[in-house]
């Protein structure tokens, strides 16, 4: 039997302790407020789960991963002694990120600065290579669960510990997927899905891709997506040593930087590389001079790029502008992905969502 009285004091009144200001965000379980802790005069973060939606298993599993993770300085800090339940919720009590999330902060088909990229990726590569130290995948990598604090992305914390589960275990197959779910799982035919750390090396991969061009690569990583596809066959005859005409969207980033794509992005999970990979790579120049618009001098050395110039069935190069360069519209789909977090009535009154393929799919995580 189940007891829910075991691990978090019930309070009868939240108020007494918390005052809500404002809320935060939602998702697919729950929703988070800024709260005011009229004890401690701080201010933090309450994730609440209601226990109408929320089995107690999968909030004792999220509650616990997230104690023990606080112990990362890239992850969220929850506080052990602060969480409570209600009748109806449990509460899980957190630093309050005053910058938001990484996805309010990329500007949508332009991307944030290079080193900006590398400051943000350096901590969420970290924060998940400790969590594979520990055995644990976190799932659900994206810009909206890495919070920031400064303006200069100098701390930048991993939150959402809802999906997270042991390397090696196994998980129901969802329908659907979203953008940053690898291959293996969206095209899953198996009904149980065994989970491994390339899962998040692949999304990191993906999110990487955003940050430094808000855009998606693709919308979903299957070969009927055709800037998956595309890539696909890019990557294919790049294995094979034949040359094949780089996809547009990846024009602007350097030979290095494609490397570790292609090692991140390997459809084979198997094949794939470590987290720890990226580290070797943050001394190199990821963007091509004559595509970075936030550079200050146009004039500087470059490397020697792969493929630009070769012949091949891909899509053509353009020149790197806001229009050109946009596959998927990062902003459109991460909007619906948000709007329908929030609730399946609103998916259905969401006009864009009727028009969009992502609707059926952006419920799910990888
Ligand atoms: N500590 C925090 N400080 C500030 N904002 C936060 C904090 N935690 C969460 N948020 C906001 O709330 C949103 C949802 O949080 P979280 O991912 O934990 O909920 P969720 O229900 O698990 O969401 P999802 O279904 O998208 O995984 C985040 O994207 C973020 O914008």
Not at 19 to 28: H, Q
Not at 198 to 211: K, P, Q, T
Not at 246 to 252: D, F, H, V
């Amino acid at each position: 039997m189940e007891t829910t009285n075991d691990l978090l004091p019930t309070v009868a009144d939240a108020n007494e302790r918390f005052r809500t200001i404002r809320e935060l965000g939602s998702g697919t379980y729950g929703r988070v407020v800024l709260a005011l802790d009229r004890e401690l005069q701080q201010r933090c973060a309450l994730k609440i789960l209601q226990k109408s939606t929320t089995k107690y298993r999968d909030f004792h599993r999220e509650y616990n991963y997230s104690i023990v993770l606080s112990a990362h300085r890239s992850i969220i800090n929850t506080f052990a002694g602060r969480c409570f339940q209600t009748a109806d919720a449990y509460i899980i009590v957190q630093e309050y990120a005053p910058l938001g999330d990484l996805f309010e902060s990329i500007p949508p088909q332009r991307g944030l600065p290079e080193r900006a990229v590398k400051t943000i990726m350096k901590q969420v590569a970290s924060a998940l290579e400790f969590m594979h130290e520990q055995g644990l995948v976190h799932r659900d990598v994206k810009p909206e669960n890495i919070m920031i604090f400064d303006a200069d992305f100098r701390k930048v914390k991993l939150i959402d510990f809802g999906m997270t589960r042991r390397c090696g275990s196994y998980v129901r197959r969802l329908i659907g997927s979203i953008p940053y779910s690898p291959p293996e799982v969206c095209d899953a035919h198996s009904n149980d899905i065994l989970v491994s750390s390339s899962m998040d090396v692949w999304a990191f991969g993906v999110l990487l891709f955003c940050s430094l061009t808000g855009n998606f690569p693709w919308e979903h990583a299957q070969e009927s997506d055709v800037y998956y596809n595309e890539y696909l066959q890019w990557l294919r005859h790049h294995q094979m040593q034949s040359r094949y005409k780089l996809p547009s969207q990846w024009y602007k980033f350097s030979s290095r930087l494609m490397r570790i794509f292609r090692k991140m992005l390997d459809p084979d999970p198997l094949k794939r590389c470590e987290i720890i990979e990226i580290s070797k790579y943050y001394d190199d120049r990821w963007i091509n001079d004559q595509f970075n618009s936030h550079r200050r001098s146009s004039n500087e050395d470059e490397g020697v790029e792969e493929d630009f110039s070769s012949s091949g069935s891909g899509t053509e190069c353009n020149t790197i502008n806001s229009s050109t360069t946009s596959n998927t519209d990062f902003e459109e789909l991460t909007q619906l992905m948000r709007n329908s977090l929030t609730g399946f009535d609103n998916l259905l009154t969401n006009d864009n969502l009727k028009s969009s393929s992502s609707a059926a799919t952006a419920k799910t995580c990888c």
